[in-house]
């Protein structure tokens, strides 16, 4: 069974004040409780063995960053700083950490494969960011910022532009110029408005340039950010 959707509902409900209902709280010690498979070969192949650390796509398989991004980001949103939520917390932000490539950024698991390095992509950057941003101050998180703004730079889909807005509001960066890029394209590239996710998104991105209005943003007691 796809356990992502879960993240996403959890961190909804944690956004709209849910938080605290008991099946809030059913959710988050699911989320908790879960983790991806160890994978035996995957010391051998990625010289990372740190699989079980982060979540998956589904029951009973791998970890990944994307859905490691979606938990670990509605699990702070949640608040909870309860040992249990803490130690969670922790151990996902070693296995994204550990996983940067080289140059920054965030491939879809490891950074290397057969001592290969592997290229980030532009979404598992953003989602891995959005999870990240009270650690700025790591050397990782900030070059990974800057290799994302790289991607923006270059990038026509309105999915990553929307995403983009986003996550550089979460990092305090002025979004003016990536925000008419993102409504100038909006325009010429409509059809990408009938893809859920990408609605959701640009929808968002919008709200964040017109009502200063980020649901992404966390806030913490004491940020290491900004």
Same mark, same amino acid.
């Given at each position: 069974?796809?356990?992502?959707?879960?993240?996403?509902?959890?961190?909804?409900?944690?956004?709209?004040?849910?938080?605290?209902?008991?099946?809030?709280?059913?959710?988050?010690?699911?989320?908790?409780?879960?983790?991806?498979?160890?994978?035996?070969?995957?010391?051998?192949?990625?010289?990372?063995?740190?699989?079980?650390?982060?979540?998956?796509?589904?029951?009973?398989?791998?970890?990944?960053?994307?859905? +490691? %991004?979606? /938990? =670990? *980001? !509605? $699990?702070?949103?949640?608040?909870? &700083?309860?040992?249990?939520?803490?130690?969670?917390?922790?151990?996902?932000?070693?296995?994204?950490?550990?996983?940067?490539?080289?140059?920054?950024?965030?491939?879809?698991?490891?950074?290397?494969?057969?001592?290969?390095?592997?290229?980030?992509?532009?979404?598992? +950057? %953003?989602? /891995? =960011? *959005? !999870? $990240?941003?009270?650690?700025?101050? &790591?050397?990782?998180?900030?070059?990974?910022?800057?290799?994302?703004?790289?991607?923006?730079?270059?990038?026509?889909?309105?999915?990553?532009?929307?995403?983009?807005?986003?996550?550089?509001?979460?990092?305090?960066?002025?979004?003016?110029?990536?925000?008419?890029?993102?409504?100038?394209?909006?325009?010429?590239?409509?059809?990408?408005?009938?893809?859920?996710?990408?609605?959701?998104?640009?929808?968002?991105?919008?709200?964040?340039?017109?009502?200063?209005?980020?649901?992404?943003?966390?806030?913490?007691?004491?940020?290491?950010?900004?």
């Amino acid at each position: 069974n796809a356990t992502w959707p879960t993240f996403l509902v959890y961190f909804l409900m944690n956004s709209l004040g849910k938080g605290d209902s008991p099946r809030a709280e059913a959710v988050s010690a699911w989320i908790i409780a879960h983790k991806g498979r160890g994978a035996a070969y995957s010391q051998d192949l990625c010289s990372k063995d740190l699989y079980a650390a982060g979540w998956p796509w589904y029951n009973g398989t791998t970890a990944w960053i994307e859905p +490691t %991004g979606y /938990a =670990l *980001l !509605a $699990l702070k949103k949640s608040g909870k &700083k309860d040992t249990a939520a803490a130690q969670r917390i922790k151990k996902a932000e070693q296995f994204i950490l550990a996983r940067t490539c080289r140059g920054g950024g965030w491939n879809v698991g490891n950074s290397k494969l057969f001592d290969v390095h592997l290229d980030p992509y532009p979404t598992n +950057t %953003g989602f /891995a =960011l *959005l !999870a $990240l941003q009270d650690h700025y101050d &790591k050397s990782n998180v900030l070059e990974s910022l800057y290799r994302f703004r790289d991607f923006l730079h270059t990038t026509k889909s309105l999915f990553l532009l929307s995403l983009g807005v986003i996550v550089m509001n979460c990092f305090d960066e002025d979004t003016t110029v990536l925000s008419e890029k993102l409504q100038r394209y909006r325009k010429e590239s409509s059809i990408e408005l009938s893809h859920v996710p990408t609605c959701a998104l640009f929808l968002t991105a919008s709200s964040v340039n017109i009502a200063n209005n980020n649901p992404f943003l966390l806030t913490f007691d004491t940020p290491d950010k900004r």
